[in-house]
């Protein structure tokens, strides 16, 4: 596509690891930015060891950090904190997820970049913000989504809480915080002013409370046990996930939607049920609906069967996928959700691809995404940034101030 990138132009000094933080600089990455990721000494992000590995690669750290320049670093050592603070001048972003306070200590907080370059853009995502009885507390993905009060209401009634098998708050949290960094650059065209961004993995679950913080909040007395009600939906029915033969559906009914229902179940008796004669009627009784939908699926030879009778009707629903049939699914296949990538280690595998779709953007693709080694642009990084010229890199090296991926080791390695 001609023209430039969105954000073709800026630079982003990545001080991210794992995954909420990596999301936020890869959008900004698949969008044009140049990342320099700041890999500390001697293992870098610690991702690295994580996934299928192979060769100085791994399967989660490509999926997370494709499109960045890998600058390793013995943050450690005086002379390496002096580098990166030379840099500061000359980029647009900084982004971090260290605890709260990290940062700062290292010498790289908001109030001293900005002193270097008052135009400077900082987003700090951290599990619960940096203010507040909780900044002070470590934490994951899985401690915001309890503290939001969201993992209380997965799982069955009267039993443990389930755990989601997949970071849905760190991702999130990336997305929001890339989103928030795209409008401070806006701002900061427009006023000629940089600021301070704070992201939290718990301020960003509790944003995903569809219905009950109003409800719980106006009626507590009635909503205060709006919790895990199992595969349906607390406050809605039908709507939730049904057995059917060879596999489960789910199917969600709204109040104009419960006719077309009927009509696809060919059970015109139904809408004269005094069980089901209204919504509230059929939330009461959601659990005696569930096994009337559940006899009526049963009666199809399969799961697809099922699913053509209420398409018929448009009755909003879809199969319950394994991870393997959705990475096989024709309309994935088609919008390139399911990305190819490739790597000399690695070789060819599939990685989830942006989320939203522009007309003036075409996203990376298979040859045209990759993944640094840990140290990898150390040589690329300073020679644009300072015109560093070799045998000051070399001396970098010698002194441990830069590292790099070696395979024989895994260690640090001058070139």
Not at 127 to 148: C, I, N, R, T
Request: glycine fraction near 8%.
């Amino acid at each position: 596509m001609n023209g430039p990138q969105m954000l073709e132009g800026y630079r982003v000094l990545d001080f991210t690891h794992f995954v909420a933080g990596p999301t936020c600089t890869r959008i900004l990455s698949e969008m044009g930015a140049k990342v320099i990721k700041v890999e500390p000494a001697p293992r870098g992000d610690r991702t690295r060891a994580m996934g299928l590995r192979r060769g100085g690669q791994s399967t989660y750290y490509f999926q997370h950090n494709h499109g960045k320049l890998s600058l390793g670093l013995d943050l450690k050592k005086p002379k390496a904190r002096e580098l990166l603070r030379a840099m500061v001048p000359k980029v647009d972003v900084v982004v971090e997820n260290y605890a709260p306070g990290v940062i700062k200590n290292m010498g790289f907080g908001y109030e001293a970049l900005s002193e270097i370059n008052p135009k400077i853009v900082m987003c700090s995502i951290s599990m619960a913000g940096q203010s507040g009885p909780l900044a002070v507390k470590p934490g994951y993905d899985y401690m915001g989504q309890s503290y939001a009060g969201v993992t209380d209401q997965l799982g069955e009634p009267e039993r443990t809480p389930i755990m989601p098998p997949m970071a849905i708050g760190d991702v999130s949290t990336g997305v929001a915080a890339a989103m928030a960094v795209g409008f401070a650059l806006l701002h900061r065209e427009r006023t000629g002013q940089g600021q301070y961004i704070d992201a939290s993995i718990l301020d960003t679950y509790f944003h995903m409370h569809d219905m009950a913080v109003p409800l719980v909040s106006l009626r507590p007395e009635r909503f205060a046990s709006f919790t895990r009600n199992g595969p349906l939906h607390p406050l809605s029915s039908p709507n939730g996930i049904f057995k059917a033969n060879g596999g489960y559906v789910f199917i969600t009914a709204l109040d104009h939607q419960w006719p077309q229902l009927v009509r696809a179940m060919g059970m015109p008796e139904l809408a004269r049920d005094e069980r089901f004669k209204d919504h509230r009627s059929r939330t009461r009784n959601a659990r005696q609906l569930q096994e009337v939908i559940e006899r009526w699926l049963g009666g199809f030879p399969d799961r697809d069967s099922a699913l053509a009778a209420l398409d018929k009707e448009r009755v909003p629903c879809a199969p319950v996928l394994t991870l393997a049939e959705a990475l096989a699914l024709p309309h994935l296949r088609e919008r390139n959700t399911a990305r190819v990538a490739t790597d000399p280690e690695l070789g060819r595998f599939e990685i989830p691809a942006m989320p939203v779709r522009f007309s003036g953007w075409e996203q990376r693709l298979g040859d045209q995404i990759s993944a640094s080694r840990l140290g990898e642009d150390n040589e690329a990084v300073l020679r644009e940034f300072f015109d560093m010229a070799d045998d000051e890199i070399r001396e970098l090296y010698a002194q441990g101030v830069l590292t790099r991926y070696a395979e024989e080791s895994n260690t640090r390695s001058a070139p």
